[in-house]
């Protein structure tokens, strides 16, 4: 089942309303305003928590078996969209894009078959047998743009993108792009609309075959090079797919894009994260508009990084934010984040989990058995970040029946 939460953020300095959408479709998730003094009432919520301004849950009818959503935003015309990946009949995967057209949602509410079909529409992407899917979205006023990978004729897996209409979900066009090593595989991860009215976009090329674990929340390519590419307005507007992107940047020492966002300061262009080779050191790399490389760092200190976030103070980028998770100090996993500053240099570091929320009462729980993991992070205009986290156990197959840990896991409500 799909879910689509959105908070209702507003603080007494800030006149605007902020609304965050995350997406789940496999664990709790827990959304932190990050404060270093930040309090916690023994229910697991802060006091300025927002609140909850409506919950919707669909149906396998609206994107395929077993759908897997890792990435959505809100549209133009009030409404959301979202993009992953559902399981196709032999157990590879598939895309789909999903459009909830309805704004004015509250409370809690379950689509039925037949009311999704009046709330909004879907697109598939994909062939039996063969691995595909769908990693990113991005909109403006009149069009959806999906990103992702598909696999071609030649065999191989490529770069996918797709433009939609916003209202009806009509696909305008589609467009594959092969890796420039012939028979390698390649994939958009990230896709994120310009100021410019451009789109930015980042991911892997030139990785062997059977080489991708996965994207986002499902794992991370195990060979190949990071990228980014950018599409002029021109040519998103356009009714024919274009042929290749104005330009393609290949980024140092890394196998794949995690997160990219525009940069508001007096360079401008561009702050991407990356998967180091090996799933080595997080790393950070800042680029011109033309593409041009200005700086790459490594952070030892975040362990796997999953996203990054422009940290904005009056329309200025004045730094930026990594977020991720790496091993915890008495074991399981931690969340992670990192701040940086305009030239890459760590200011601090912050490890987050075990949240109390539903799990009031249960106390701090093993630490190996607990993973937090923090998949997605947005910057505030008042300088903050909001990041999306899940946290839980996931399993206890490493350890024997009998011990003591095992015991625990067996008793230990965190296992939802």
């Known amino acids: ?33 990050l404060s270093l003094n930040m309090a916690f009432a023994n229910v697991g919520v802060s006091q300025h928590a927002p609140k909850i301004a409506f919950y919707i849950g669909l149906t396998e009818y609206c994107c395929g078996v077993d759908p897997h959503p890792v990435h959505g935003i809100k549209t133009a015309d009030g409404g959301y969209a979202l993009v992953g990946k559902p399981t196709d009949p032999n157990g ?18 379950m689509l039925s078959d037949d009311q999704f079909s009046e709330a909004g529409w879907s697109q598939m992407i994909g062939t039996t047998r063969h691995l595909d899917a769908l990693n990113s979205v991005a909109a403006n006023d009149s069009a959806i743009f999906a990103g992702g990978f598909i696999h071609v004729r030649n065999g191989t897996v490529d770069r996918y993108l797709a433009k939609y209409d916003m209202s009806i979900g009509t696909k305008i066009w589609e467009a594959t792009f092969a890796d420039p090593i012939r028979q390698r595989d390649g994939a958009i991860e990230n896709i994120l609309l310009t100021r410019s009215e451009g789109l930015i976009v980042t991911g892997v090329i030139n990785a062997h075959s059977g080489t991708f674990e996965g994207f986002k929340s499902y794992g991370n390519p195990q060979d190949g090079q990071a990228y980014v590419s950018y599409f002029s307005a021109d040519q998103l507007d356009s009714a024919s797919a274009p042929d290749a992107p104005v330009w393609l940047t290949l980024l140092p020492e890394s196998v794949s894009g995690k997160g990219i966002r525009e940069v508001s300061d007096n360079i401008g262009g561009y702050i991407v994260a990356t998967v180091s080779i ?12 033309n593409g041009h490389i200005l700086w790459s760092e490594i952070y030892p ?13 009056g329309g200025k980028t004045t730094g930026f934010a990594m977020v991720g998770h790496h091993n915890g100090d008495q074991g399981g996993i931690d969340g992670s984040i990192t701040y940086l500053d305009l030239e890459g240099n760590a200011s601090h570091h912050i490890t987050v989990g075990n949240p109390v929320g539903q799990f009031s009462g249960l106390g701090a729980g093993h630490p190996q058995l607990i993973f937090d993991e923090c998949w997605g992070i947005q910057g505030t205009d008042d300088g903050g970040v909001i990041i999306a986290c899940g946290t839980g156990i996931e399993g206890c197959d490493e350890w024997s029946f009998g011990t003591a840990i095992r015991h625990t896991f067996n008793n230990d409500l965190r296992t939802t």
């Open 92 to 109: 590879n995967s598939d895309g789909f894009l999903l459009k909830l057209n309805q704004k004015d949602w509250l409370g809690y509410v």
């Open 278 to 289: 090996n799933e080595g050191p997080a790393r950070a790399i800042r680029i011109c508009a």
């Open 301 to 313: 200190i975040h362990g796997e990084v999953t996203d990054i976030a422009a940290l904005e103070m």
């Open 1 to 33: 089942m799909i879910k689509l939460i959105t908070l209702d953020y507003q603080r007494q300095d800030i006149a605007n309303r902020h609304v965050q959408i995350i997406f789940t479709a496999i664990s709790v998730i827990c959304a932190f305003i």
